[in-house]
């Protein structure tokens, strides 16, 4: 089976990063390499981070309701960074009318409270592997 | 009978006694519906050593049946609601009007970029203005926020830990506008900044120019504002980080030994400071645990006072808190079961004898409440308070079997734990090791695996379930929040004496460098020339560093 | 486009010191895709020449990423590009890893010229030594005059890992004492520098006394506080002094010899396992009544008298 590694990033003051972390072991425990950035990072920095980890998704997580503004300028972040490929999914207290919102902006997937934690496995899974296809 | 027992006779006559005179109980007599009359003190029918040493009576040591002699029958516990609000006119006013209805503390939570010392226009605090809480970016801000409340006839608890020295000077600098002398200002703040690095996130300096600074504030309150608490050790944070109830009350008297230690490093009179510790836990859904916890809490505390620091006084060793519903066990599903659980954790902060409460409202975990749910939180306490009883026997539970051996082996358990961490090299150490977060962590993710597959049931999330439509509701905030108190910020940095401004931060930046300086001086002079938060948080920045969490 | 045409434009890039090329020419060696081998052959070997390889290893805690992160900001304020390897343990159940020590490099986050890669050890015997190898390599190759490589642990595979590199470093602190003491002796024999960091914290003069007399007065050991960058400055230059005593003394160039050796075995056990196992698997059949020992000594001498076709 394929490794991927990921990166999981919590832009945004919050320090809430339970669900972070949970998501995060509960990826690694699927077989995922995970990189953290540990909370408090602007969206220049996770694009940075995730362009030398050269990861294969990355995640966000927002607990403030900072997400309509931030996971946005991560997008456009990575896409400064010349990274527009890396897909980005979110999670975090988010309301339903924000997440066509989001997934429009280009948020490839969106959590929220109560998604089953196998849900979120399967979805970075399979951003992962599209990922790796387009690679070289 | 027990009731001629001498030990008993001796309580009854000193602390008993003593309290009755000066704070008669509620009610004459207390009844069952019949007219049964409710005992004060539901005792064994032997007073033995074994009990005298693990129970005892209330009021006495070792407290497990509680700090005071006639708890609830005396006075209630105290019901404390707090909410956040965007500016300071609109918490002023808020604040104004429950003073008109008898309310006689006040809230204050904060914003996230003042929270870690950030003014309203960094750009770190984009997005975040306003949100959680009230923004303070300088004096000005606190005068409005306390503009015709009187300082001296109130008490403000301030949710503030890593900048609480700056947010104190600046209520003690508008006191003193006021004419409200320092030694007459009441109230709390937070200032409990270890828990910060393992859980709550609003940290700011590396841990040991945190505990300097909190005990400079112990230091300085002590000699010129002894009515105020300087520290209010928060086991609450721990518990939503996931964390066992017995890691909670270990990790969180760990931090209060550590203070403590400090504070005697520091020259200060253990008797003086003590007595100000207060201590906040949280009350989750497992009601015989959660009421244990608190016996087994304020037990062990007595001891480790008692044993470590050769504590006497009583006053010393009690450990006094405020407890709040546990805001992780909410679900966004099926919001009305929320009352019911909120109901079952504050029966069991009352049951375990918690000095204040905060009762969460039902939708409170995904937006900030509704008027409404805020209400029917503040019911339930009150349907607890005076209708169900419990509030009418001291510390009904004692003597269940189940109930002591919970609370011995919670007690051992967490004092196991407190050795390992001394092991370790301490509370310091265990932060920037990770132990203590990792500890957490693990706890966090093994009851998180038990909801996942379904072992741990939790109702209407993965059981019981219907079909609906969860709704998250919008926390959108007005962006003119931000804009204005931004050009607020502007205005007041363009109209202050600049070279005033130029200076108090130079005097502060030195006494920071010499490690044997007060920082509340110079701190205060800053906020007087209004010095912003993020100013002054700059200076100590680049002092002290600033403190990077770990991933695990 | 053509591989050949997308090897030469990544390794064009990579060498213009690109990061987004750097980061994905070391997930294709990582990864053992086929471009991996023609990266490696394809990188300026005067760069890598110039370059110093930094181990740095201790228990978890004492300071290594923090100590990390200070050498990379003397280092950024001389103007060179740095490179930093992260490693830390797959879990050997599941492969998956987490890996942390990026939050201590934040502070550069936004440097082009710091290169931070976080590294799993894929629970593969010695796999990692190949893969971190390549990663110095390709971020030598980049313009990274020097390379740090961190890894966790003061076990015998770390040491294996941190001996990949020019120089090692150890890096310990006070209130780690059980883990110290298991490897009291000669502690200065396997390393170049020991590093006691924390000395701001008490039992820091113990620990270096704990650690013997030799040690205490070796002028290899030096005491750090990382998270002020207090003595961190005097270790560069001791670390760069020693460099320089190296290279005149051939020895950097044997140190440079026995490290590639080791790396070409772990890479060859690392290559040789897979088609091992398929070849055990689907040609030679161990038999139920053969000891399995014996049956391995058989396969070797077959595969080395290269009597068995050896294929993919
Ligand atoms: N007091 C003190 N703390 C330090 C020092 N160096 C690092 N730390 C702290 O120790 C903790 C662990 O550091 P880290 O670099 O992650 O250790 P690693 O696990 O060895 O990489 C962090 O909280 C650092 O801030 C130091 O010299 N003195
Ligand atoms: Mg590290």
């Not at chain 2, 008669?24 to 003190?41: I, Q, W, Y």
């Not at chain 2, 645990?289 to 006053?315: I, Y």
């Not at chain 2, 709040?324 to 009305?336: E, M, S």
């Not at chain 3, 893969?131 to 390599?137: E, I």
């Amino acid at each position: 089976m394929e490794l991927y590694r990921i990166l999981i990033g919590k832009p945004g003051l919050d320090g809430h990063d339970r669900g972070a972390k949970f998501i995060a072991r509960a990826l690694r425990d699927a077989g995922f390499e995970v990189i953290y950035t540990g909370i408090r990072r602007t969206p220049d920095e996770i694009a940075a981070s995730a362009v030398q980890e050269d990861v294969a998704a990355v995640g966000l997580s927002s607990m403030s309701g900072a997400h309509a503004r931030l996971f946005p300028a991560v997008l456009e972040a990575l896409d400064k960074a010349g990274a527009k490929d890396i897909p980005v999914l979110g999670g975090g207290i988010i309301p339903a009318e924000d997440i066509p919102r989001l997934k429009k902006a280009g948020i490839s997937s969106v959590f929220t409270p109560g998604t089953p934690v196998d849900t979120i496995i399967n979805a970075f899974r399979e951003a992962c592997c599209q990922h790796h296809q387009q690679r070289c | 009978m027990s009731k001629q027992d001498p030990a008993l006779q001796e309580w009854q006559d000193n602390e008993l006694a003593r309290t009755l005179a000066r704070f008669p109980e509620r009610k004459e007599a207390f009844t069952c519906h019949g007219g049964r009359p409710v005992e004060r003190l539901a005792l064994p029918k032997e007073i033995d050593e074994a009990y005298q040493d693990k129970l005892g009576f209330p009021g006495r040591y070792p407290y497990t049946r509680g700090v005071q002699p006639t708890m609830y029958r005396g006075r209630l516990w105290t019901m404390r609601q707090y909410a956040g609000f965007s500016t300071a006119a609109a918490s002023n006013e808020r604040y104004r009007y429950l003073l008109d209805q008898g309310q006689t503390g006040l809230s204050v939570a904060f914003d996230l970029p003042t929270q870690i010392g950030y003014d309203s226009d960094d750009p770190m605090a984009l997005g975040e203005v306003g949100k959680v809480g009230v923004a303070i970016d300088t004096l000005a801000d606190m005068e409005i926020l306390f503009d015709q409340i009187p300082l001296d006839k109130i008490s403000t608890s301030m949710t503030i830990n890593s900048p609480a020295m700056v947010l104190l000077a600046m209520y003690i600098v508008v006191a003193e506008k006021q004419g409200v002398k320092a030694e007459q200002i009441m109230g709390t703040i937070q200032n409990d900044l270890l828990k910060e690095y393992v859980a709550r996130g609003t940290y700011i300096f590396p841990p040991r120019a945190s505990l300097r600074l909190i005990t400079n504030i112990f230091q300085w309150c002590s000699a010129n504002a002894p009515r105020f608490n300087t520290i209010s050790i928060s086991g609450y944070h721990i518990r939503e980080a996931g964390s066992t109830a017995t890691q909670e009350v270990a990790f969180t008297l760990a931090n209060g030994l550590t203070y403590v230690q400090t504070a005697l490093d520091a020259g200060l009179d253990l008797d003086v400071f003590a007595p100000r510790l207060a201590f906040f836990f949280n009350a989750s859904s497992n009601l015989l645990e959660e009421a244990a916890k608190f016996r087994a809490a304020r037990r062990l505390w007595a001891r480790l006072m008692k044993e470590r620091f050769q504590a006497e006084k009583p006053s010393t060793m009690m450990l006094r808190f405020h407890t709040q519903t546990a805001g992780n066990t909410l679900t966004a599903q099926q919001v009305d079961n929320n009352i019911v659980r909120v109901t079952i954790q504050a029966l069991a902060a009352v049951l375990g004898g918690t000095q204040s409460l905060h009762t969460n409202s039902r939708d409170e975990a995904l937006s900030l409440p509704t008027e409404d749910s805020v209400r029917t939180a503040l019911r339930t306490q009150q349907i607890i308070a005076h209708e169900s009883g419990v509030a009418d026997t001291v510390d009904p539970l004692a003597g269940s079997w189940y109930i002591e051996e919970l609370t011995d082996a919670i007690e051992q358990e967490a004092l196991d734990l407190i050795n390992q961490v001394d092991e370790f090299g301490g509370v310091v150490a265990c932060i920037e090791n990770g132990f203590i977060a990792g500890q957490i962590e693990d706890a966090a993710y093994q009851y998180q695996q038990q909801i996942e597959s379904g072992e741990r049931v939790i109702v209407g999330v993965n059981e019981f379930q219907v079909d609906e439509d969860v709704e998250v509701p919008v926390m959108r905030l007005d962006p003119a929040v931000e804009d204005e108190q931004v050009r607020q910020l502007k205005q007041v940095k363009a109209e202050r004496d600049q070279e005033a401004v130029r200076q108090c931060l130079a005097d502060l930046e030195n006494a920071a460098r010499s490690d044997s300086a007060n920082l509340m001086k110079p701190v205060l002079a800053a906020v007087r020339a209004y010095c912003s938060l993020g100013e002054i948080c700059g200076v100590l920045r680049g002092v002290f560093g600033e403190y990077r969490g770990r991933a695990w | 486009m053509q591989p050949a045409q997308l090897l030469e434009q990544l390794l064009e890039r990579l060498h213009r010191g690109d990061s987004r090329s750097v980061a994905r020419a070391i997930s294709l060696v990582e990864d053992q895709t086929e471009l991996g081998p023609a990266i490696m052959q394809g990188l300026d070997q005067q760069r890598l020449d110039t370059a110093l390889t930094v181990g740095i290893t201790g228990p978890p805690g004492a300071g290594k990423s923090t100590l990390t992160s200070a050498l990379v900001h003397h280092l950024r304020e001389q103007g060179l590009r740095v490179g930093i390897i992260a490693v830390d343990p797959s879990s050997s159940l599941t492969q998956g890893a987490l890996l942390g020590d990026r939050i201590r490099m934040m502070d550069h986050a936004l440097d082009r010229d710091v290169v931070v890669r976080s590294m799993a050890t894929r629970g593969r015997l010695g796999g990692v030594c190949a893969s971190a190898g390549a990663a110095m390599r390709i971020m030598a190759a980049s313009g990274c005059r020097i390379i740090l490589i961190e890894t966790v642990g003061i076990g015998q595979s770390e040491m294996d890992i941190a001996s990949l590199a020019d120089i090692t470093l150890l890096v310990l602190a006070p209130g780690f004492g059980d883990d110290i003491q298991a490897m009291k002796a000669g502690i200065l024999e396997v390393v170049d520098l020991l590093v006691i960091n924390k000395a701001d914290m008490p039992g820091s003069r113990k620990l270096l006394l704990d650690l013997g007399r030799e040690t205490a007065n070796s002028d290899r050991v030096l005491e750090t506080v990382a998270s002020e960058r207090q003595g961190t400055e005097t270790l560069l230059e001791r670390i760069l002094a020693f460099e320089t005593e190296l290279r005149q003394e051939e020895e950097f160039k044997q140190r440079r010899q026995r490290s590639l050796n080791k790396e070409t075995v772990d890479w060859s056990i690392e290559l040789i396992r897979a088609r091992l196992t398929d070849l055990v698997d689907n040609e030679f059949l161990t038999g139920l009544d053969q000891d399995p020992r014996a049956a391995a000594e058989q396969v070797l001498s077959d595969v080395l008298r290269n009597s068995l076709t050896f294929q993919r």
